[in-house]
């Protein structure tokens, strides 16, 4: 069995539909990246007081950092979540003197740092 459109020649066919086409432009792409869409969470007022006391620590510690090693010759990473996991501040203490043997700096910046780091540790 034939179709009957194939047994058509050109001149049978309509003159308006010889010439339709469908294109598809790639518009459809470009809006996809201009509009991105962002998953944003809503924390509780007690989470949010947790998070910026967290990040307040946190900015503490990248800026005295940035003091101690001025000019920065060398990275350090002091993990917070690191030393609350030991046990003693007896273990922080050591671990952070192990960790700052490269500071050139004074000692007693150094003990000053690590004692104003373990206090503001005990508030998270």
Same mark, same amino acid.
């Given at each position: 069995?034939?179709?009957?459109?194939?047994? *058509?020649? !050109?001149?049978?066919?309509? #003159?308006? $539909?010889?010439?339709?086409?469908?294109?598809?432009?790639?518009? %459809?792409?470009?809006?996809?990246? $201009?509009?991105?869409?962002?998953?944003?969470? @809503?924390? %509780?007022?007690?989470? *949010?007081?947790?998070? $910026? @006391?967290?990040?307040?620590?946190? *900015?503490?510690?990248? +800026?005295?950092?940035?003091? &101690?090693?001025? #000019?920065?010759?060398?990275?350090? !990473?002091? +993990?917070? !979540?690191?030393?609350?996991? *030991?046990?003693?501040? +007896?273990?922080?203490?050591?671990h &952070?003197?192990?960790?700052?043997?490269?500071?050139?700096? #004074?000692q007693? +910046?150094?003990?000053?740092?690590?004692s !104003?780091?373990?206090?503001?540790?005990?508030?998270?």
């Amino acid at each position: 069995m034939q179709c009957g459109l194939e047994q *058509m020649n !050109d001149c049978e066919r309509s #003159p308006n $539909r010889t010439n339709l086409r469908v294109n598809f432009n790639e518009k %459809g792409a470009e809006v996809k990246e $201009r509009r991105e869409k962002f998953l944003t969470a @809503k924390y %509780g007022s007690h989470q *949010m007081s947790l998070i $910026r @006391k967290r990040l307040a620590v946190e *900015m503490w510690l990248y +800026d005295e950092l940035q003091k &101690l090693f001025d #000019p920065p010759s060398e990275a350090i !990473d002091v +993990d917070i !979540d690191e030393i609350l996991d *030991m046990d003693t501040d +007896d273990i922080r203490r050591s671990h &952070l003197i192990r960790l700052l043997s490269v500071c050139k700096r #004074p000692q007693s +910046d150094i003990s000053k740092f690590i004692s !104003d780091l373990l206090d503001r540790a005990k508030t998270l």
